[in-house]
Every structure is written in C-alpha cells, then in structure tokens.
C-alpha cells in the first residue's frame, strides 16, 4: 500500500507522516488523536510551553462528548479540572437578572495545553516547541498529511490565499482579554452607560479563584473614552474602575492583552493538496457564543475520524470539510448575529429589563423562546408576563395587537404572495383567490394579507396581477372580504396596494420571473430611466410630473375601493423594486429635480401617495407601509437610510412598518438565512417605538414567540410556509396546546384539531 493510503476499513497499515503548524488547543488535540491511530506527528510551535494568550476556555457538553468517545484519558484529565456552572446573570442599569439551566464547563487555557502537551508526549508526538514551522510547501513536500491549525493569522492561510480564497471581516467592536483573580458565581453580562456611550462586560469563572473579563464596546466609544491611547495596564485599570461594581473593587490584570477587532475569518477551501486548514486559520466565530477553542477541538475530532475511515489523504480532507463545513457555517451565522448584536447594544439599553435579558439571551437564535422554557420556566413565565401574555397558558404569539380601531386576536400575518392568477389577464380576482385567502382566513393568522394589488393597468407586474382600478375588480374583491368576515370572524383581511414601476409587464413567475413579456406588452415607467436587467428588461419612461400626479390619483381612488370593498387594513407597497421603492433607492432614483437627489427629496414622491392614500382612508382602519431596509448592494439603501425611511412614513401617519429587504436591483447579493430579514425590524422598532411587522424565513412558531418576546417584532409576516399548511397557525396552537380565543377552530374544522395519531407506538 502507497503512503499516504489507509484502508476502508480503518485498520492500521500504513503510518502517515503527519506535520502539524500550530500548538494550540486544536493542534494538539489533532496531534494526539492521529497520533493514537499510530501515524508519526511532528508539531511547530514557535512559542514556549507556558506562553498562551488569554485566560480561560468554555467547552459545550456536546464537544465534551466527543472527546469522551475520542479519548477517555484526556476528557478524565479535563474532568478533573473543569469549574462547571448553570447560570448566566444579566445586569441592566443596577438590576441583576439571572436565568439559569444552562450548563457550562470551563478550565484554564494554560491548563488545557498543559494536559494536551502530556497526552502528546506520552503518545509519542514530537513537539517542537519555542520553533517556527518550516513553509507549508516545504511541509507538504516532505509530509503526507499538513495540518495548518496556526490560528487566525495564518501564514499557510496566506501564503496558499489564492487556492483558499479567504474573506476576512472586521467588526465594529473593540474589546480585550482581561482576568480576575476571584470567580464569579455565574457566566455574567453587565453594561455600563457611560458619558461616552455603552460598554459591556462578558465575564465567566475558569478555575475555582479566577475569571475571564472581556470588556467591549463600539470602537466609536472606544476611541471616545480615549481608551485607544491606553497601553495594557491602564486598559486594565479603567476597565476595573468602570466595571468596579461586578468586581467587588477588585482589580484586572492582562496576558499580552490588547484592544482588538473581531475579525471573522471565512475560507471557500479547507484544503490544498495534503494541506488543510484547522481551528481559527479556516474559521472564526465571534466570541460571545463561545470559543474558538471549542471550534477548533470539534475540527480536531472530525479530521481524527476523517483520517480513520477514509482510504486516502485526499478522501480523508473532503470528507472532513464536509462533515464540519455545515456545523460552522450554522455558527458563523449564529455568531454573526450576536456580534452585531452587541455592536448595537445602544439600541437596546432602554428596553425593560426582563426583555432586555431576553434579547441577550436569544440574540444568535440559538436560545429560543421555547428552549429557555425548558431551561428555565420561571425566567421565561416572567418575560411572557411583561409581554403581556394573559395566563401562562397563553403563546406570545397568541396575545392580541391594537392598531388603530383594528384589534388583531394573535401576532400572525399572512404575508402578501403574488399569485399571478387574475381572470383572462384584466386584473380581477376570481375564484383561486377566493379559495386561496379565504382557506388562509380559516387557517388562524390574524391578519391575511392580500397579493399586491394594482392601482392601474400599467401598474400590474404580469398580465395575471390583480388590480383595484375597475368596478368589477372591486365587486369581486367585495365578494372575498365577505366570505372572510362572515367564515371566518375575527380574522382581519388586508389590501396592499402598489405599483409595478419597471418591473412590470413581464410574464407569470413561473413562466420566467422578470422576463419581459413576449408579446401583449405595455409601456413601463419609473423615477428614471434604468431597467431592472440592462440589456433583458424594458427601460422604462423618466416619469413626469403630469404622470406623478395621475399615479397619485389611481393610489386614492384604489384606496377608496378598497375602503367601499371592506378590507380592514392597507399596506402601501414601498418595497421590492416596485415604483415607489424605486424612488427611494439611491441606486434607481437618478432624478435631478425635486424628487431625486438626498434621501429627503428622494421620499418625497411616496410620502405624497401616502398622504394621498391616507387621506382617503377610513381614520380608523390602520395603514401600513412596506419598506426595503436594504438593497443588498453597494451605494444602495442602507441600514440608517431604512430608519430614516421608516420614521418619515411614521410621522405621516403610518401604523406600523413592515420591514422586508432586496429585489431592487437585479445584481443584489442578499444574505439568506433563518429569520435573516429580521435584524432590520429590529433596528427600526427599537430606534423609533414605532411598530414593526417582521418577514424573511421566519418559519416556526418558536421564531414567531422569540422576536415577539425579545422586543424585535410586533407582528410575523409568515408566508411559504402557509403556503404549505393554509391552517399553519392553528397547528401552532395546538403544537402549543392553546386552545383560547386568539386561535379559534372553524366549527366544521373542530373535530381535526387535534393532531391525528400517525401510527402505533
């Protein structure tokens, strides 16, 4: 058998030459795993044995468990050492919070290389310690397997950067590593308010007499508190005086300390040839949801296994960026959420304490509102008793929401779905929306919006748009509220009125999505003369302001129609790349008249339909506007434009912002995730007090109660997935065991509310 092979069947018969750079946590325990398998290691470390940065690590149960599986000396060795604890304690503005059940497991750093160094030693690992590691290609040359765990600054990373390709992002947080010489009784976040704006501490015990500190806060404050001129002693001796009370006026000290961005490291390759990268050189996550130490043992034990199970070198590396690749990328992404959390922490400060707690807890969506229950039920009934819910038996997202004269029973909004269903092309709706609104009507939400519905001919996107611009589209759209308020009492049916802009006259979604029609077209218009796909789509008309004030007359007259046909209440389309949007972006508002230009100019024109609109309006139905917080593209909406945006439209009146993201210009680049489109609800709601309506990938009912209870949402717009169960939010009741008067079963309905016994047991 050629070097560098084993067989499938994870016997040992050929030994592998293994280099290791790196004798960190992951670079060790990589070395003594492969080196337990019977293959030769060797490992640079160019620092001494006792040289280490910061303090203590936090291991999860489930790592602790694969080492158990691993290598039962080591985990007996980390056992023997671990300070473990259940609780975390939230300080906000004097008042300490605590929730526990959480279970943490912490040690030293120092103490974890130490038994990481004996378990290589006595597996017969070559440390070449206070030794820097000869080139990667030189390595590669001479070894069959290269383990590049040299941390974030990695010199392998660098120097193979082109097969690699790696993206590092910096934060907008400064923080340091500091340590106590006394440990604290649980894993404790504390703010302080100071004249330069919000610091915070994150603070956890790592041995029976010591903990880790790190002090964060924007590098706008940092740089304000002057605590970019402090060398390491002074950092630590204003963060001590800042943070005097958590420490019991006891001192700070630093190893090495400095004040340092968070960079998050991002790599589309793990591996080149028989190089692969391992811990902080493939990945980093941000700190406040764990270690990275964690991150790189868990690499450590999926190359271990890889290595074990595969038949090559080259098998070995794939299968192990496989196996990994998912479990980072879902913690990157939950990282990345709670770092920005903590960049906006400002944001948040006035919220209640128990809420704020919440939010801290639930901030990377990893704790959710119903694995805090189960962690700690008493924490969370407390939390849902703020919010308002009226027995404990009662779901957050089953409490009721007044706007206006409008009461919504739940906190659930079927969100506006396009259709493209209009009879014989004239904009009217027919039976399909019958059926499809009135089954969501029965299904449970609160609130069932319409599809975007038209306010001219010209303004429908495909020839299958419904329109509110002839009688007979109005009788007919009569004919669906009625069938919900008399089938369906207590639901609330919503009107979301737009304009295509220059997106319109393409065909049926499922036809091809923004293709222009290949026959039959009409002429398409906007605030300038840009297509939406240059060389595909039609480049519209420059409007006028003759067409200005037409389109602000065919937005009225729609909205008394709409009036007359009953709906209770309407959302004005100011989203998506539609022509009211597109006279809000930067990136599709060229105008150089009174209604381009700065973003005060550029709201001009769809602050004028809303007024129009709302004039004609019954004052006691509420309106709401959908907004694009962001374009997903550079020079385009940004996260304070989107503020800026939605307190405009709330000045003039609006109820509530329904706050969605993208499709405004054709080369966007979105970040999709679960839930990805809520963070800029969030902003809006806790920057302004206005209500905020959340969408984007909110799919489960445990989400809905999460945002609600965290103060990030209002009202959870949830689409496909009452596409796929029209009856979704009655199912969420009853997966919750509620059965109160915010989700009622249709009296024919009554007898399949219980979920059906899928087999024996």
């Known amino acids: 058998m050629a070097a560098g092979t084993m067989p499938v069947d994870g016997s040992r018969r050929t030994t592998l030459r293994v280099a290791v750079v790196g004798g960190g946590p992951g670079g060790l325990y ?3 795993l492969l080196a337990r398998q019977g293959h ?13 940065f910061g303090f203590g690590v936090v291991l999860s149960d489930e790592t602790l468990g694969g080492i158990e599986r691993a290598d039962t000396l080591v985990y007996a060795a980390l056992g023997a050492e671990f300070v473990r604890w259940d609780d975390i304690d939230i300080v906000h503005r004097g008042r300490l919070l605590t929730s526990g059940g959480h279970g943490f497991a912490a040690l030293g750093r120092r103490r974890l290389l130490e038994i990481l160094h004996e378990r290589c030693a006595g597996l017969g690992v070559q440390l070449r310690l206070r030794t820097g590691a000869p080139a990667a290609a030189a390595l590669a040359a001479s070894y069959d397997l290269v383990v590049a765990a040299d941390g974030v600054h990695s010199a392998t990373r660098q120097s193979g ?60 404050v940092w ?49 080149h040839g028989n190089v692969v990268l391992l811990g902080d050189a493939a990945h980093t996550a941000h700190f406040s949801i764990g270690s990275g130490t964690k991150l790189a043992v868990e690499d450590a034990l999926a190359l271990a296994e890889a290595v074990a199970t595969e038949p090559d070198v080259p098998a070995a590396l794939a299968a192990y960026e496989a196996a990994r690749r998912p479990a980072v990328a879902s913690t990157q992404r939950a990282a990345a959420a709670s770092m920005r959390w903590f960049e906006e922490i400002a944001g948040y400060v006035d919220q209640p304490a128990r809420q704020f707690a919440f939010n801290l807890l639930t901030r990377s969506r990893r704790v959710t509102h119903d694995n805090l229950r189960l962690r700690d039920e008493r924490f969370t009934r407390a939390v849902e008793r703020d919010f308002g819910c009226p027995d404990e038996n009662t779901p957050p997202m089953f409490t009721p929401l007044k706007l206006r004269g409008l009461t919504l029973r739940n906190r659930v909004v079927v969100s506006p779905m396009d259709m493209y269903s209009a009879q014989d092309g004239d904009g009217t709706p027919g039976d399909f929306h019958l059926v499809h609104l009135g089954a969501r009507a029965l299904g449970g939400a609160a609130l069932v919006m319409t599809e975007m519905v038209c306010v001219s001919a010209e303004g429908r996107i495909t020839p299958g748009c419904t329109g509110l611009y002839t009688g007979e589209q109005a009788a007919a759209w009569t004919r669906i509220a009625d069938f919900v308020h008399t089938s369906a009492p207590g639901t609330a049916l919503g009107v979301q009125l737009g304009h295509s802009g220059r997106k319109g006259s393409t ?84 105008r150089t008249d009174a209604y381009g230009g700065p973003l005060e100019n550029r709201l001009r024109f769809p602050l004028e339909v809303f007024d129009a609109v709302r004039a004609v309006w019954p004052d006691d ?48 680049t979105p970040e999709y995730g679960r839930s990805y489109q809520t963070p800029y609800a969030d902003r809006i709601r806790n920057a302004l007090g206005v209500p905020v309506i959340a969408v984007g990938a909110i799919s489960s009912w445990d989400d809905v109660n999460s945002l609600l209870l965290a103060g990030r949402a209002d009202l959870c717009a949830v689409g496909r997935p009452h596409l796929y169960d029209p009856h979704w939010t009655l199912h969420a009741a009853a997966d919750q065991s509620y059965a109160g008067p915010a989700a009622p079963w249709p009296a024919p309905y009554r007898a399949g509310s219980r979920k059906p016994p899928t087999g024996r047991g």
């Open 30 to 32: 990589a070395a003594a």
């Open 40 to 52: 030769t290691v060797e490992v640079w470390e160019r620092n001494a044995p006792e040289d280490t």
């Open 161 to 220: 950067a082109a097969h690699f390709r790696p993206t590092l992002t910096s934060g907008h947080c400064r923080y340091i590593w500091l340590a106590a010489d006394f440990a604290f009784d649980a894993f404790r976040f504390e703010i302080a308010e100071t004249e330069h704006g919000v610091m915070q501490l994150h603070a956890y015990p790592y041995s029976a007499d010591a903990s880790t500190v790190i002090v964060e806060m924007h590098e706008k």
């Open 223 to 271: 740089r304000a508190a002057g605590l970019d001129l402090c060398d390491e002693d002074e950092s630590a001796a204003r963060c001590a005086k800042i943070f005097s009370e958590a420490l019991r006026g006891r001192p700070l000290h630093g190893n090495r300390s400095a004040w340092t961005e968070f960079r998050t490291v991002v790599n589309e390759r793990w591996s």
């Open 507 to 590: 065909r049926l979604m499922w036809e091809g999505m923004d293709d222009p029609l290949p026959e039959g077209n009409w002429p398409v218009a906007a605030a300038s003369e840009l297509p939406y796909r240059p060389g595909v789509s039609a480049v519209p008309r420059a409007l006028t302001a003759q067409d200005l004030a037409s389109i602000r007359s065919d937005f009225a007259a729609a909205a008394v129609r709409a009036a007359g046909c009953g709906f209770d209440l309407l959302e004005l389309h100011c989203a998506h790349g539609y022509l009211l949007s597109g006279f809000l972006s930067p990136l599709t508002n060229h």
């Open 621 to 668: 139905r509420p309106m709401t506007v959908r907004i694009s917080a962001t374009d997903w593209a550079p020079g385009g909406t940004c996260a304070q434009d989107a503020v800026d945006i939605a307190a405009a439209f709330a000045a003039h009146g609006a109820d509530a912002i329904d706050v969605s993201t993208g499709q405004v210009v054709a080369d966007e």
